[in-house]
């Protein structure tokens, strides 16, 4: 798991049928040795742009969606309420 702050909404009117109803966001991580790569995201919980959330990526980000098929690889599992390390 990652975690990273939520930068943009992502609009993609055309994509995989299996993607229709998801909502697209990018996030920035932050720390470790990935600190700044940018990724696209799928936000099932409603977080919001300017959010510290945490990210599962890859088989995990699509179990949490229930699809193991899914073309996903990243997705928003928890808004961070408080960074110990502020």
């Given at each position: 798991?990652?975690?990273?702050?939520?930068?943009?909404?992502?609009?993609?009117?055309?994509?995989?049928?299996?993607?229709?109803?998801?909502?697209?966001?990018?996030?920035e991580v932050i720390g470790g040795s990935t600190t700044g790569q940018r990724l696209v995201v799928v936000d099932t919980i409603g977080a919001g742009i300017g959010d510290k959330v945490i990210v599962c990526t890859g088989s995990a980000a699509r179990k949490l969606l229930g699809n193991d098929e899914i073309p996903v690889d990243a997705a928003v599992v928890g808004i961070i309420d408080e960074d110990c390390n502020v």
């Open positions: 798991m990652l975690t990273a702050k939520l930068v943009d909404s992502i609009w993609a009117t055309r994509k995989a049928d299996s993607l229709n109803g998801f909502k697209f966001m990018q996030a």
